[in-house]
C-alpha cells in the first residue's frame, strides 16, 4: 500500500481541508472523562449539535465505556443508548461516527445515519463486524487493540511499542480487507491508551510519521488520557482530573495535525479546533 501524502481522504466521508475535528457524545453513565453527563437522550443530541456550533466536523457517539477495568454493558442497552442519538443528530446534518464493537450496534446505527464505524477492537471483539461494515459499505476505523477494557492494563507488554503497534495494525488493516472492507475506507488508529501505559502512549505521539507510512488516514484519540495526566502531575502529586486535561489534549492536537494526521477525537471542541486551524496556517507557510 502506497505511503500517504497530505492527511488522504476515507471514501464516503466528507473532504476537510485541514485535520478534522471528532467531538466525542458519551451516552454512558461512567466514561471515565464524562460519564453520566450526556447519558439522556435529549442531553446528548444537545451536545452534540453544541459541539458542531464549536467547530466538530464530526460527532461520534458512543454508548459503552472502554475505561481500564469496564465491564461490557448488554447490546439492547447499548443499542438504546445510541441509536437515538445517532438517528438525532444525522436527521440535523450532522456527519455521525458510531463507537462500538458490536455488529448489531453497528447495524442499526448505520441504518439510523452513522457515516462512520468506530470499533476500538478493530473487527475484533465481534465476529460478524468486519461482515456487517464491508456489506453496508462504510467507512471503519481501525484500532490498535490487544483485549478488552478489563484486562488490558496487563497487555501493555512491548519490546518496541511503535513497531509493534505498526505491524499488528498492518496485520488487522490485511484481514479487513481480506474480508471485504475497501482499503479507501479504513481508517487507522494507535489506540493510545489501550494496553498501553503512558511512555508507549508517548512513544506513539512521536512517531505518527511511522503509522501515517501504513498509508491510510489516521485518527488519533488522545483526550483527557491518563498519558496526559501522567504528564502534567507535579512530582508525587495526583494527576488532575480528566476534565482538566483539555489544554493538554489541544496541544497533542496541535503535534497530531502537524503530524499529518486525518483527525483528532477530543471532547472539549473549542481549543482543538482552534489548534488545528493552527497548525494548518503554519502548514501554509512552510
Ligand atoms: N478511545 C476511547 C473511546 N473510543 N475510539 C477510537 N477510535 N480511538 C480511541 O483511542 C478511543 C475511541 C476511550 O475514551 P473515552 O472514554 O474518553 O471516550
Not at 476505523?141 to 511499542?161: K, L, P, T
Not at 506513539?204 to 495526566?229: I, M, N, T, W, Y
Not at 476534565?243 to 471532547?267: K, N, P, Q, Y
Request: glycine letters at 10%; aromatic letters at 4%; a negative charge.
Amino acid at each position: 500500500m502506497s505511503t500517504l501524502r497530505g492527511r488522504g481522504t476515507v471514501q464516503g466521508l466528507p473532504e476537510w481541508d485541514r485535520c478534522a475535528v471528532m467531538g466525542v457524545v458519551n451516552v454512558t453513565p461512567d466514561s471515565f472523562s464524562d460519564g453520566g453527563r450526556w447519558f439522556d437522550t435529549t442531553a446528548a443530541i444537545k451536545h452534540g449539535l453544541d459541539l458542531v456550533a464549536e467547530g466538530a466536523d464530526l460527532i461520534d457517539v458512543g454508548g459503552e465505556s472502554t475505561r481500564p477495568g469496564a465491564s461490557r454493558v448488554d447490546a439492547s442497552e447499548e443499542l438504546r443508548r445510541v441509536v437515538p442519538v445517532v438517528k438525532g443528530l444525522s436527521s440535523e446534518g450532522v456527519t455521525v461516527s458510531v463507537d462500538t464493537m458490536r455488529a448489531r450496534v453497528a447495524e442499526e446505527s448505520v441504518a439510523a445515519g452513522a457515516a462512520l464505524v468506530n470499533d476500538v477492537s478493530g473487527g475484533l471483539a465481534d465476529p460478524d463486524m468486519v461482515r456487517v461494515v464491508a456489506a453496508a459499505g462504510t467507512p471503519f476505523v481501525v484500532m490498535h487493540w490487544r483485549g478488552f477494557s478489563e484486562s488490558m492494563n496487563s497487555r501493555a507488554v512491548y519490546e518496541d511499542v511503535v513497531a509493534e503497534v505498526v505491524a499488528e495494525l498492518r496485520e488487522r488493516m490485511d484481514a479487513v480487507i481480506a474480508d471485504g472492507v475497501a482499503p479507501e475506507r479504513i481508517v487507522i488508529d494507535p489506540g493510545l491508551g489501550f494496553a498501553k501505559d503512558a511512555g508507549h502512549d508517548l512513544s506513539l505521539v512521536a512517531h505518527l510519521d511511522e503509522l501515517r507510512a501504513l498509508g491510510r488516514p489516521l485518527l488519533v484519540a488522545a483526550s483527557r488520557k491518563r498519558f496526559l495526566g501522567h504528564v502534567l502531575a507535579d512530582e508525587g502529586a495526583a494527576p488532575p482530573p480528566a476534565r482538566e486535561r483539555d489544554a493538554a489534549t489541544a496541544a497533542i492536537s496541535a503535534l497530531s495535525a502537524r503530524a499529518g494526521a486525518w483527525a483528532v477525537r477530543v471532547h472539549e471542541v473549542r481549543a482543538t479546533a482552534d489548534a488545528v486551524r493552527v497548525a494548518r496556517a503554519v502548514e501554509g507557510a512552510a
